[in-house]
């Protein structure tokens, strides 16, 4: 297992941008997928962006695709989430979680403990 840090979160006006990072400790990150999900107020936790351990392949769910960029650096450990035209219903705590190539949440290995992003109108 890996241990996640998230960071880069706060609140930015509707077309802003954000940069999202989770720092992992552990040597087998470079084993992993990363998948970003995010949870808003009273709202199940989604599936928002995914990595393949090495970078090569990534999938977006419909409601960020071409405002979010995920990207990974395995010599620093550091997956992270570029945020793009941010939209008021793109706020919610974000999370970073490690496992398998897949975009259900119960299968991920490893959470972080979460990001709050707050988009404001």
């Known amino acids: 297992q890996v241990q996640l840090v998230e960071s880069g979160g706060g609140l930015v006006q509707a077309g802003g941008s954000l940069r999202l990072s989770c720092a992992a400790s552990g040597r087998t990150f470079s084993t992993y997928a990363m998948v970003w999900f995010r949870q808003a107020p009273g709202k199940e936790r989604e599936f928002a962006a995914a990595i393949s351990w090495s970078g090569g392949r990534s999938n977006y769910a419909d409601s960020v695709k071409g405002r979010f960029t995920i990207s990974r650096d395995n010599a620093k450990n550091t997956v992270y989430l570029q945020m793009n035209s941010l939209k008021p219903e793109d706020t919610a705590v974000y999370y970073c979680?490690?496992?398998?190539?897949?975009?259900?949440?119960?299968?991920?290995?490893?959470w972080g403990q979460g990001t709050q992003v707050t988009v404001s109108s």
């Open positions: 979680a490690a496992g398998p190539w897949t975009v259900v949440a119960e299968r991920m290995n490893s």
